[in-house]
């Protein structure tokens, strides 16, 4: 369930106050606070914690701008929409100086736009500090593994002509094997194929760098781990003295970073796309739907479907459409206009959908195929995806959709035509 978004409204127009409540009004996922002057917004920030804090340029008493001054005083991450009569450059710049996320001129389309504006800055904010906490637990987790590495607490490794001629308790935990099988044991049969330049380094680079490698263990997994080696005499003869510490927590903070942000910028783009639509209206559905395919990890195939008068057509297309159409001319409209859904094919085939709600009714579907890839995962972005898809539809639709009758949403496909 999606947290709430708690907006304050410092605004002293009356008319204004009730044009932006008309823009929310259909917007449950808000709530709002109003403040008549700046003395009263800072004294409701004083009290409650914001998503987001809306100043209005000119208000009676102190100024918005030092509303401003004196909110990031004490809250340096809360996005901050600076709201002016005057659309001035100057204006905006002292504004953006002063650290306003952003800038925003009166009008009646500006209000009704607003929970769309706002939504977007709320979940830039809210990804930023989750960004920000995330690579706070890793440096945490890197100077404790580092601690660990200088006490010894780290696999520690012999090798010798390239086997094992030592290895500690915590290496053997790291492989998932007892040490004392480990010594005789060639180090690259523990090395991933793909990860063979390592051993290469290992064996060539005089430098003895700090580098990383996929291992393998006994029980079929794998794990990144660091190496740090040094060369040492073993015995009488050269060899290498090494420890190694799992950073598998490290590399899969990166990759959930990497797909959080891929995510988010494809729905900005949606959003974008919504408050500036272009004048080729496929254009807008075609460039969203390659949006949410970048952003779903083994995303193939994809097609986006508009109720017309002559039943589904097929508005937007990224891939082959033999292939989209294959799987979806067996497919139960009402299934696909329901909820959204991991959908398997015939041929063992992964596909994911979502309807495309009009006025709170299913009016069409978008659909993905998933070459690889965790199906949940996706099928929830493609969920979040589709409301903002909702909205562009609307923008969109160049003749009026009807609801689906009962008889139709228990039929097939039939209807599924191109456009164009």
């Not at 808000?30 to 914001?50: I, P, Q, V």
């Not at 809360?78 to 504004?95: H, I, L, N, R, Y």
């Not at 500690?168 to 990860?195: D, M, R």
Request: a negative charge; glycine letters at 8%.
């Amino acid at each position: 369930m999606v947290k709430p978004f708690r907006i304050l409204i410092i605004e002293d127009d009356s008319e204004h106050v009730e044009l932006i409540r008309r823009g929310f009004r259909k917007h449950d996922e808000f709530f709002l606070d109003f403040a008549s002057t700046g003395e009263e917004g800072l004294e409701r920030m004083a009290k409650n914690s914001y998503d987001l804090i809306s100043v209005d340029l000119v208000l009676p008493g102190i100024s918005g701008l030092d509303v401003l001054i004196r909110i990031r005083k004490v809250d340096r991450d809360v996005p901050v929409v600076m709201v002016s009569g005057q659309g001035t450059t100057e204006m905006a710049v002292v504004a953006f100086e002063n650290r306003a996320t952003k800038y925003v001129v009166k009008s009646l389309e500006s209000f009704m736009s607003l929970p769309y504006v706002f939504e977007n800055l709320i979940q830039v904010a809210r990804f930023k500090s989750t960004e920000r906490k995330m690579r706070e637990q890793i440096k945490r987790s890197e100077r404790i593994y580092r601690k660990v590495v200088e006490n010894a607490l780290a696999g520690i490794y012999i090798l010798q002509d390239g086997v094992f001629k030592l290895a500690n308790p915590k290496l053997g935990e790291i492989f998932g094997c007892a040490p004392e099988s480990l010594i005789g044991a060639p180090f690259w049969h523990l090395v991933k194929p793909e990860q063979m330049d390592g051993v290469s380094r290992l064996e060539g680079d005089r430098s003895w760098p700090v580098y990383e490698m996929k291992v393998a263990r006994s029980d079929g997994t794998s794990r990144w781990v660091e190496f740090r080696t040094v060369p040492v005499e073993y015995e009488g003869q050269r060899a290498v003295l090494g420890n190694l510490v799992d950073i598998t927590r490290w590399k899969e903070s990166e990759t959930e970073l990497f797909r959080k942000n891929k995510e988010l910028m494809a729905l900005d783009n949606i959003i974008m796309r919504i408050l500036h639509p272009a004048a080729d209206a496929d254009k807008d559905l075609g460039a969203s739907l390659s949006d949410v395919l970048s952003a779903i990890a083994g995303a193939g195939v994809g097609g986006i479907f508009l109720r017309e008068k002559e039943g589904l057509v097929l508005r937007s297309l990224q891939g082959p459409v033999e292939e989209l159409m294959e799987f979806i001319k067996d497919v139960e409209s009402g299934t696909l206009l329901a909820d959204p859904k991991v959908h398997f094919s015939i041929d063992h085939k992964t596909w994911i959908s979502s309807p495309i709600l009009l006025a709170g009714q299913p009016q069409g579907t978008i659909v993905v195929h998933l070459e690889k890839g965790d199906a949940e995962r996706s099928l929830s972005f493609l969920k979040r995806a589709g409301k903002h898809l909702s909205r562009l539809a609307e923008l969109c639709s160049s003749t009026p959709l009807q609801p689906p009758d009962q008889a139709e949403l228990l039929g097939k496909v039939d209807g599924v035509k191109l456009q164009g």
